[in-house]
T-cell receptor, first 112, second 109 residues
Framework: EAAVTQSPRSKVAVTGGKVTLSCHQT?????MYWYRQDTGHGLRLIHY???????EKGDIPDGYKASRPSQENFSLILELASLSQTAVYFC???????????FGPGTRLTVL | GMPVEQNPPALSLYEGADSGLRCNFS?????VQWFQQNHRGRLITLFY???GTKENGRLKSTFNSKERYSTLHIKDAQLEDSGTYFC???????????FGTGTLLSVKP
């Protein structure tokens, strides 16, 4: 069965610190995505990638960087974490030829 | 307006009742996914549709790309159906899902 895993599952960070969220998929999918969800809202796209060593900006990329070192792994990096980045972050993957996205369990990030 | 409008924002049902959720799209979408987000926050995919209608147990979903809407119908609601339901549409760029704002469903005994 398709699997997308995220680590850590939750994290508390300090303002101004660096945070790295990791995503790993065993689906052999080309596309990977990072979304954030704020309390009481739907998900919004931060960054995505359709091939290793390449990333693209989504709708809300400011304050975030992404890294895709391999097909299986996609990281989201907050160089200088801010209070406004407190949210739940979801990773997803999809096949190149099929639009359904498969989501990981989410990472709850709290910035203090 | 919002590219994906989801209604109602909240819904309260008694066990055994039937009801429906709806998403309207401002532009033509190529596909839609419906999710249930449970109390642990995990997103559970209920349906993926590129066209037509699908059923799974007590759930049924329809996607009409031409008329720009999708529906999710819940039959014989159960307590475990409680949660937040999201629709998310693929505009065809292949790059992202556009999420609705969700429907908070509460099923009461």
């Amino acid at each position: 069965e398709a699997a997308v895993t995220q680590s850590p599952r939750s994290k508390v960070a300090v303002t101004g610190g660096k945070v790295t969220l990791s995503c790993h998929q065993t689906n052999n999918h080309d596309y990977m995505y990072w979304y954030r969800q704020d309390t009481g809202h739907g998900l919004r796209l931060i960054h995505y990638s359709y091939v290793a060593d390449s990333t693209e900006k989504g709708d809300i990329p400011d304050g975030y960087k992404a890294s895709r070192p391999s097909q299986e792994n996609f990281s989201l990096i907050l160089e200088l974490a801010s209070l406004s980045q407190t949210a739940v972050y979801f990773c997803a993957s999809r096949d190149n030829n099929y639009a359904e996205q498969f989501f990981g369990p989410g990472t709850r990030l709290t910035v203090l | 307006g919002m590219p994906v409008e989801q209604n109602p924002p909240a819904l309260s049902l008694y066990e055994g009742a039937d009801s429906g959720l709806r998403c309207n799209f401002s532009t033509t979408m190529k596909s839609v996914q419906w999710f249930q987000q449970n109390h642990r926050g995990r997103l559970i995919t209920l349906f993926y549709l590129a066209q037509g209608t699908k059923e799974n147990g007590r759930l049924k979903s329809t996607f009409n790309s031409k008329e720009r809407y999708s529906t999710l119908h819940i039959k014989d609601a159960q307590l475990e159906d409680s949660g937040t339901y999201f629709c998310a549409a693929d505009g065809g760029s292949g790059n992202k899902l556009i999420f609705g704002t969700g429907t908070l469903l509460s099923v009461k005994p």
